[in-house]
């Protein structure tokens, strides 16, 4: 196990010379608002003291965390996964994966996703500015092109939206699973696999306010991370073990 600041004693740690900002999103297992905990903020903690450097961590939407890290402003931010434009503007150090279900409600008629080629009255919830597996892209593309997408900036909205019928269904990931059972939801919800591979999520780090060489030490740390365990023990904090190990053991993209 690497002690505090070990990494940066030995010379190969990131440069530590000034503060860091990082950014936590409020979503279910991931980080929690109301309890002040989740998978993000143990990784965060984790990643502090091993670098040994100061990081101011926040939270605020998905949204704004991407214009932050577009422009600079913002270090780093966590469970983050890449597409052509984002790789524009950010890097990632990756640190586990998992697949997209649709969550949809019973009395949709949706029971698989060739389902959607005879309805044109569902209505599909996502938060903004998220993006998730190359099927369900396709879906809330296909869905906003026909205005039958309602945005919003978290989770709780959503599950109120589906609860009143104001949406049919919502795209969710292995983190919302607590709340379909809080929030008296799985009773009369039905979900629906994406035939997608996992999609690896990671460490965004800004490439305006990271150079290549800091970027690379970042990355380091969290592989070093993956290798010794930490990041399966803090998995397993919040999922059963086997659920854990389909999350953290993958193979990450080159």
Not at 56 to 75: C, F, K, P, Y
Request: with cysteine; net charge negative; aromatic share 10%.
């Amino acid at each position: 196990m690497c002690c505090v600041g070990c990494a940066v004693a030995a010379g190969t740690g990131p440069d530590c010379s000034r503060p860091f900002t990082l950014a936590l999103h409020d979503h279910g297992l991931l980080y929690s608002a109301d309890t002040d905990t989740g998978i993000d903020k143990d990784f965060a903690e984790e990643l502090t003291r091993r670098s040994g450097c100061q990081i101011g961590v926040s939270v605020m939407s998905r949204a704004r965390i991407w214009q932050l890290i577009e422009s600079g402003a913002l270090d780093f931010s966590l469970s983050g996964i890449a597409n052509t434009e984002r790789n524009q503007y950010a890097s990632f150090a990756w640190y586990f994966s998992n697949k997209y279900y649709l969550l949809v409600r019973n009395d949709a008629g949706i029971r698989k996703l060739s389902d959607f080629e005879h309805t044109d009255s569902f209505q599909l919830g996502v938060i903004r500015s998220f993006r998730y597996s190359d099927s369900a892209n396709r879906l809330v593309d296909k869905l906003a092109s026909e205005n039958r997408v309602t945005q919003a900036g978290a989770l709780d909205p959503l599950y109120q939206a589906l609860i009143l019928r104001r949406i049919q269904g919502m795209i969710m990931e292995p983190f919302d699973y607590p709340a379909l059972d809080e929030k008296n939801i799985r009773s009369v919800t039905t979900i629906i696999e994406f035939n997608d591979p996992a999609v690896p999520h990671g460490l965004i780090m800004s490439k305006k306010a990271l150079s290549p060489a800091e970027q690379a030490k970042w990355r380091a740390l969290v592989d070093q991370m993956r290798a010794d365990g930490t990041v399966r023990r803090i998995f397993e904090k919040y999922f059963k073990h086997d659920l854990a190990d389909s999350m953290v053991d993958f193979q990450p993209p080159p």
